[in-house]
């Protein structure tokens, strides 16, 4: 009994401390991941703590169930509009994008340790993908809000490059196992089967999971659990049969989350908690698995292939990767500087020890170096880049809730509080509904007032707004005063998309605009100048005025900040 006591203080203490930690690490932008890890190896053998921890097979059993419920709450988070826009670009990422990067390190690595080709591909399979758990957790914690493009690239790439980096680490082990086994087509086939099933189980068995709890309607702590220990199934079950379980679980929460109506707020507040669990607990098992006394050794090894990657190899195969699509220079070079490495690199740096490879002790702890570079170098920097290369927007200030309803499947509900000074003060509730946002209720001093008298809106009253979620920067904007940042941003004044350009060059008296754009609309001129896959913040110039894309619905641009000229 003593020894469990012991036992249990030593887990929760260190659980605790990293914890702790890692919510006040935001406040220095060091990425909380980066705590947790540091927490492990302060612990490990190495450190103060003394502790002794070498067992690799208990390591990746942990890591890859952490891995499914991160990925699992990332889909939950991803809406089916935003998976549409990022799906092709961080598709091309996370297959060709990962060869090309696996390719690069390995030939480096090769030429500068002098190792056999198989092992320094081998590395460059087992660091060439992102991490989910690293990207969602930083881009979540920096601060910044990044325009939808570039985040939902980053956030679907690393939830789709596994397949791609776990075929290239068992291609690379199989053959330094056994040399003279035959590799051909059969790879290939493996490949497909890891993809092929893993989207295929992932959408089968997303859609039978988020509909048995759509019919249980369980509170929603007990929701939360079904669904993780139901996401745990599909990894399960997708793993046994040859397919990706990571690319499978990350379908499911997607498909769960965007399913008639989606998941609530109370919902992914429960699931938050199971990330932050996951992701803590697996960056501490990771931590006491280091060895920093054996790290140095290869040290300068590991910085020179950590920089390679981060300045080279990632960059190059971004650049190549996003060829066919519509980024812009500052947007490719935000993606390539966002290549978070993190457990998943470790994980997959587990399969050679586990399989008896040589110099695999070499591979584990240049990998390791990698991932604390990327986390320390990248991760506590992609605020400062995001700004410097323009590629964040200001946040607009959130409801106080949104809801989402069962039907109709786009609508939401979304409360917000009237701020002294706001557009909406002063102004008749019936003034401000338009066809597709409906105000259902006026709540001022503890009662509840009725629709049909029409009343004034007064600062301090809370309004409940059924509307899409492409209205909720318009709703914001009535109810909240634009704060420095956002008037800076977007301009002083703001207009519809379906505003026809003419009618603001007379009003604003600057020149005429070219004589194609005769007869259009703001949101058309976007859909002229960006492509149909507009997203806010994208700018374009009309005739001296700047439109900067604030709200937009599928693509276009519902509603747009304007900058006069001078």
């Not at 330094?176 to 493996?190: E, F, I, K, R, S």
């Not at 170096?369 to 920097?381: C, H, K, R, T, W």
Request: proline letters at 4%; one cysteine or more.
């Amino acid at each position: 009994m003593e020894s469990l006591n012991i036992f249990l203080l030593i887990g929760t203490g260190l659980m605790f401390t990293g914890l702790l930690l890692g919510s006040l690490s935001a406040r220095f932008g060091v990425p909380s991941l980066l705590i947790f890890l540091v927490v492990g190896m302060v612990a490990g053998e190495d450190g103060l703590g003394g502790i002794e921890f070498d067992d690799f097979s208990t390591a990746y059993v942990i890591g890859n169930i952490a891995l499914a419920v991160i990925l699992l709450d990332g889909g939950l988070r991803t809406r089916l509009s935003t998976f549409k826009l990022g799906l092709r670009p961080a598709l091309s990422l996370a297959t060709l994008g990962v060869a090309i990067s696996a390719a690069l390190v390995g030939a480096f690595t090769t030429w500068l340790i002098g190792v056999d080709w198989r092992v320094g591909l081998l590395l460059g399979g087992i660091i060439g993908s992102t991490d989910a758990a690293a990207v969602f957790s930083v881009i979540k914690g920096a601060g910044v809000t990044l325009n939808e493009r570039v985040a939902s690239t980053l956030e679907i790439e690393s939830g789709l490059n596994d397949p791609m980096a776990i075929f290239i680490t068992l291609m690379l082990v199989g053959m330094l196992v056994d040399p003279d086994a035959q590799w051909g087509a059969g790879m290939l086939v493996t490949l497909i089967q890891q993809f092929g099933l893993g989207i295929l189980l992932g959408l089968l068995l997303g859609a039978v999971i988020s509909e048995v709890l759509l019919r249980v309607r369980s509170n929603e702590g007990l929701h939360a659990l079904l669904l993780c220990s139901g996401g745990a199934m599909v990894f399960a079950i997708t793993n046994l049969v040859g397919g990706s379980g990571f690319l499978a679980v990350y379908l499911t929460g997607l498909v769960a989350g965007n399913r008639r109506g989606g998941t609530g707020d109370n919902v992914l507040k429960a699931m938050d908690s199971m990330a932050w669990l996951a992701q803590s607990g697996m960056f501490l098992i990771l931590g006491l698995l280091v060895t920093p006394s054996r790290l140095i050794e290869n040290l300068p090894y590991a910085l020179a292939v950590a920089a390679f990657l981060m300045l080279l190899a990632r960059p190059l195969s971004v650049w190549i990767s996003l060829l066919p699509f519509r980024f812009t220079w500052r947007e490719e070079t935000f993606i390539a500087w966002t290549g978070l490495r993190g457990a998943v690199p470790i994980v997959l740096a587990v399969f050679p020890l586990l399989a008896g490879v040589e110099q695999t002790y070499l591979l584990f702890d240049i990998t390791l170096v990698v991932v604390l570079i990327s986390l320390l170098g990248q991760g506590a920097s992609l605020r400062f880049v995001a700004r410097k290369l323009k590629v964040s927007v200001p946040r607009t200030t959130e409801p106080k809730q949104t809801v989402a309803l069962a039907a109709p499947r786009d609508r939401y509900l979304m409360q917000f509080e009237v701020e002294d000074g706001a557009k909406a003060v002063g102004k008749s509730l019936g003034e401000l509904g338009e066809n597709e946002r409906t105000p259902l209720i006026l709540y001022r001093n503890t009662r509840v007032l009725s629709l049909s008298d029409d009343p004034k809106i007064e600062a301090g009253d809370l309004i409940a707004w059924l509307a899409p979620l492409s209205h909720k920067s318009g709703l914001s904007d009535l109810c909240h005063k634009l704060s420095s940042d956002e008037k800076r941003y977007y301009g002083d004044f703001s207009v519809l998309g379906k505003t026809p350009v003419a009618q603001l060059i007379a009003v604003y008296g600057v020149q005429a605009p070219p004589p194609l754009w005769q007869g259009l609309t703001v949101a058309e001129i976007f859909t002229k100048q960006v492509g149909k896959q507009t997203v806010v913040g994208d700018t374009v110039r009309v005739s001296g005025l700047r439109l900067r894309a604030r709200s937009v619905e599928n693509g276009t641009v519902v509603m747009a900040g304007l900058k006069l000229p001078g």
